[in-house]
């Protein structure tokens, strides 16, 4: 799966930079992953396939992730936008976090409210 979404995504990058959902790239990120601070212990997310809002896909389970991670409290949908960008959003479509995908890594980061946030794989 990384070296799937690593190669897609370099291939977006090299696209225009709206901020329109990409269908594509969401196909190969549904699924479980791991987020949590830099260095810390994590919580498991699901991004579903289901369609939501606005492009966006339903979250199908955020574990402990809505009160563990700032942000995240009322996150019910996910999308991605070019280039590279991991939206969460709230049921009224309002963006809650913003993750860039770190190529090298093969996972997304963002720093918020002053904590670094980082999304890997679990496969």
């Given at each position: 799966?990384?070296?799937?979404?690593?190669?897609?995504?370099?291939?977006?990058?090299?696209?225009?930079?709206?901020?329109?959902?990409?269908?594509?790239?969401?196909?190969?990120?549904?699924?479980?992953?791991?987020?949590?601070?830099?260095?810390?212990?994590?919580c498991d997310i699901t991004l579903g396939?289901?369609?939501?809002?606005?492009?966006?896909?339903?979250?199908?389970?955020?574990?402990?992730?809505?009160?563990?991670?700032?942000?995240?409290?009322?996150?019910?949908?996910?999308?991605?936008?070019?280039?590279?960008?991991?939206?969460?959003?709230?049921?009224?479509?309002?963006?809650?976090?913003?993750?860039?995908?770190?190529?090298?890594?093969?996972?997304?980061?963002?720093?918020?409210?002053?904590?670094?946030?980082?999304?890997?794989p679990l496969d």
């Amino acid at each position: 799966m990384r070296m799937g979404i690593a190669l897609v995504f370099m291939l977006g990058l090299t696209a225009g930079a709206a901020a329109e959902p990409n269908e594509d790239l969401m196909d190969l990120t549904q699924g479980l992953w791991s987020l949590a601070g830099e260095g810390e212990q994590g919580c498991d997310i699901t991004l579903g396939d289901r369609p939501a809002k606005e492009g966006a896909r339903v979250i199908d389970d955020a574990g402990d992730c809505r009160n563990v991670i700032p942000g995240m409290s009322s996150a019910t949908a996910w999308r991605i936008e070019e280039p590279g960008t991991l939206v969460f959003l709230s049921d009224t479509g309002k963006v809650l976090l913003k993750l860039q995908h770190d190529q090298a890594q093969g996972e997304f980061r963002a720093d918020d409210q002053g904590q670094t946030l980082v999304m890997s794989p679990l496969d």
